[in-house]
């Protein structure tokens, strides 16, 4: 009751000064998931409820706090939802707790995850403008990530995902998940993410069936994230652990270069055997090349002597003929 009334008589105070951020234009999820299509930068402050009797109250004041004192507010586009109606979204990882504080950026949301304070949410927006995360396809993936032919652009980790929410309502939280995780440890690891609707040799190579899967790519091996089912933490939370520390647990897979299962070290030893028997059969050859001709060059020259001695006595036989005739 005591904290209750607290509450209350700050949020009164902060919407003294048109502060509060019941003032944020309040928007639907819905409505939302079209809304940040239409801004560049969206900042969305999330609950379910009431927020002066259900929310943290320690967090709404941070928000509040933030929007006192940022000096960017004309880039970002502030609004609020309220969940109450829906259990979560295409959008919302369900285990983070309330309220929670996104942030889209073309469309694409991260979920803030540190301290709530007016100066870290400020930090947070400000280094978050842009996606850490790295569109693949079939034409780009081994390319860009060499997952199976080297693994010296660093270590990957990819999500295959589908966006037909219908099939996958689990693939768009595992997108916010990886973002998340992305704008905390980018500067350590890269990331990707790959629509298999548009990639469909890539579903097949890593036999995909059913997305979303999450595979860190490290030294030629492959790891497949799973999501720890006694686990209170965010997926994003999770997710930093198991590319950090977690996948060790795991003996890894070999990364394959196509869905016949050829790999890196299967090409590497085909091209050692094929090295080898070039290296023995082309002396042989070019051997046999010289020998064939060699031969061809005295059955010439045998010819020609045979050729030059008919003709030796052919001239002998005339003149003697000519020498009879003579006498």
Same mark, same amino acid.
């Given at each position: 009751?005591?904290?209750?009334?607290?509450?209350?008589?700050?949020?009164?105070?902060?919407?003294?000064?048109?502060?509060?951020?019941?003032?944020?234009?309040?928007?639907?999820?819905?409505?939302?998931?079209?809304?940040?299509?239409?801004?560049?930068?969206?900042?969305?402050?999330?609950?379910?409820?009431?927020?002066?009797?259900?929310?943290?109250?320690?967090?709404?004041?941070?928000?509040?706090?933030?929007?006192?004192?940022?000096?960017?507010?004309?880039?970002?586009?502030?609004?609020?939802?309220?969940?109450?109606?829906?259990?979560?979204?295409?959008?919302?990882?369900?285990?983070?707790?309330?309220?929670?504080?996104?942030?889209?950026?073309?469309?694409?949301?991260?979920?803030?995850?540190?301290?709530?304070? $007016?100066?870290?949410?400020?930090?947070?927006?400000?280094?978050?403008?842009?996606?850490?995360?790295?569109?693949?396809?079939?034409?780009?993936?081994?390319?860009?990530?060499?997952?199976?032919?080297?693994?010296?652009?660093?270590?990957?980790?990819?999500?295959?995902?589908?966006?037909?929410?219908?099939?996958?309502?689990?693939?768009?939280?595992?997108?916010?998940?990886?973002?998340?995780?992305?704008?905390?440890?980018?500067?350590?690891?890269?990331?990707?993410?790959?629509?298999?609707?548009?990639?469909?040799?890539?579903?097949?190579?890593? $036999?995909?069936?059913?997305?979303?899967?999450?595979?860190?790519?490290?030294?030629?091996?492959?790891?497949?994230?799973?999501?720890?089912?006694?686990?209170?933490?965010?997926?994003?939370?999770?997710? $930093?652990?198991?590319?950090?520390?977690?996948?060790?647990?795991?003996?890894?897979?070999?990364?394959?270069?196509?869905?016949?299962?050829?790999?890196?070290?299967?090409?590497?030893?085909?091209?050692?055997?094929?090295?080898?028997?070039?290296?023995?059969?082309?002396?042989?050859?070019?051997?046999?090349?010289?020998?064939?001709?060699?031969?061809?060059?005295?059955?010439?020259?045998?010819?020609?002597?045979?050729?030059?001695?008919?003709?030796?006595?052919?001239?002998?036989?005339?003149?003697?003929?000519?020498?009879?005739?003579?006498?």
């Amino acid at each position: 009751m005591l904290r209750f009334l607290l509450v209350s008589l700050t949020m009164l105070s902060l919407k003294s000064f048109g502060l509060a951020s019941d003032e944020v234009k309040a928007v639907s999820p819905l409505e939302l998931t079209s809304y940040v299509v239409d801004h560049r930068l969206t900042a969305v402050f999330v609950y379910r409820g009431s927020c002066a009797t259900q929310c943290s109250w320690r967090r709404q004041l941070a928000f509040d706090g933030w929007l006192q004192s940022t000096d960017f507010l004309d880039d970002i586009v502030l609004v609020q939802t309220d969940i109450s109606s829906t259990r979560t979204g295409p959008w919302y990882d369900d285990q983070q707790s309330l309220p929670s504080l996104l942030f889209y950026r073309d469309a694409s949301p991260i979920v803030y995850g540190g301290e709530w304070t $007016a100066d870290l949410i400020s930090m947070w927006f400000s280094d978050s403008q842009e996606s850490a995360v790295q569109e693949l396809t079939d034409d780009t993936f081994e390319h860009d990530t060499q997952a199976a032919t080297g693994a010296t652009t660093g270590d990957w980790l990819v999500l295959f995902y589908s966006t037909d929410y219908k099939t996958c309502p689990l693939c768009m939280p595992r997108v916010t998940s990886l973002q998340t995780t992305a704008s905390r440890l980018r500067s350590r690891f890269v990331f990707g993410k790959v629509n298999l609707d548009n990639s469909p040799k890539l579903k097949e190579r890593f $036999a995909i069936k059913t997305p979303p899967a999450l595979y860190l790519f490290r030294k030629g091996l492959m790891y497949r994230f799973e999501t720890g089912s006694q686990s209170s933490d965010p997926i994003s939370t999770q997710l $930093a652990a198991f590319i950090t520390e977690g996948y060790k647990s795991q003996s890894g897979q070999t990364v394959l270069l196509d869905a016949m299962g050829h790999s890196s070290s299967m090409l590497r030893s085909l091209l050692t055997i094929a090295g080898v028997l070039v290296a023995i059969v082309v002396p042989f050859m070019l051997a046999g090349a010289f020998l064939e001709r060699v031969a061809k060059r005295q059955k010439l020259e045998k010819k020609s002597k045979s050729k030059s001695a008919d003709d030796s006595d052919s001239r002998s036989s005339s003149s003697r003929s000519a020498r009879q005739r003579r006498v």
